[in-house]
């Protein structure tokens, strides 16, 4: 038995979710997947999947074994990867997480490019905790929007750029409600945050003059009539005319290049967020993150300014 092969395609089948998608996967009959965790299993003497004619499971030996397996693998392909970093090639699987919002409004937009600049590559995106402030241990590159806190730990993060807490409102609400000019006209309107937003008990507004001065204004937040933890439903409401959110510009910049919603006081902002690209600290960084964390740069700027508002993602 080839236990090294055997194991690849125990892996792949948990993966794919069944042996079909495997078979697809490698490029091989379903019948050479069967076998080679027949003959896995054999050598075991467990069983390491259930397996239904309409599902298939991990038995709780399988799921250990997975969980002991999958980085030893991992290392091997790094091991190989570090062997042939003379070639331009890079290959294998990177695990991405990364907050809802910043997924989907934004890096799922982008991989594409970085995929066609590396086709031998998969890459694989997933969901990480709101608002981390540590890299996924389950993931290569881990994208974090820490806010104001500092980021402390044992591990490696790189600045990619910041994203301004901004105010917008769709044209419609704004033509039927009193004009806004100052800070302070927001208390005369429906201002929609998400939950967490009101845990603050003031949002301040900041202004810098061409002379460099800078003007603060600090306002309470009240509870609007439509209330959720989840910010992409508030600027959902915001486009339903409801009233004004309070958004990161990740999530409203394509909003504002199409007109559907528009920004309220461009001259303040409320909050800035930081996002970096984190690793765990280990000896040896596989290429793909470094290419995948280089290629991040590159698209966001890697300094402390806001691109999305910039316009300088497209």
């Known amino acids: 038995m080839d236990e090294l092969k055997s194991m690849r395609t125990f892996v792949k089948v948990v993966d794919e979710g069944s042996f079909a998608g495997a078979a ?7 019948s050479v997947v069967t076998r080679l965790v027949s003959e896995l299993e054999e050598a075991l003497n467990c069983r390491l999947l259930t397996r239904t004619t309409r599902a298939l499971s991990l038995t709780s030996a399988g799921a250990q074994y997975l969980e002991r397996v999958r980085p030893i693998l991992e ?9 042939t970093e003379a070639t331009d090639t890079i290959r294998g699987l990177l695990r991405v997480a990364a907050p809802q919002e910043f997924l989907t409004a934004s890096l799922a937009r982008l991989v594409s490019r970085f995929t066609q600049r590396h086709p031998a590559l998969n890459i694989h995106l997933t969901l990480s905790q709101p608002w981390a402030l540590a890299p996924d241990d389950a993931a290569d590159v881990t994208i974090l929007i820490p806010g104001p806190e500092p980021l402390k730990g044992d591990f490696v993060a790189r600045l990619l750029a910041h994203t301004d807490v901004v105010l917008c409102a769709t044209p419609e609400y704004l033509a039927r409600h009193p004009p806004i000019v100052n800070p302070e006209d927001v208390d005369l309107h429906t201002l929609l945050v998400p939950d967490t937003a009101l845990e603050r008990k003031a949002w301040t507004f900041h202004s810098t003059r ?10 309470r937040v009240r509870r609007a009539p439509v209330g959720s933890p989840n910010p992409e439903v508030m600027i959902a409401a915001a486009r339903g005319h409801c009233g004004i959110a309070g958004a990161l510009s990740l999530n409203v910049f394509e909003d504002f290049r199409l007109g559907t919603l528009q920004r309220v006081l461009p001259g303040w902002s409320a909050a800035g967020y930081r996002l970096y690209a984190a690793v765990p600290s280990r000896a040896h960084l596989p290429r793909r993150a470094r290419a995948f964390i280089d290629f991040l740069v590159e698209q966001y700027g890697g300094v402390s300014s806001d691109p999305w508002l910039a316009g300088v993602i497209k």
Do not use: H, M, Y
């Open 75 to 83: 290392e091997i392909d790094d091991a190989n990867n570090q062997a």
């Open 210 to 219: 061409e002379d460099g001065t800078r003007t603060s204004i600090s306002l």
């Open 24 to 30: 697809r996967s490698l490029n091989v009959a379903k």
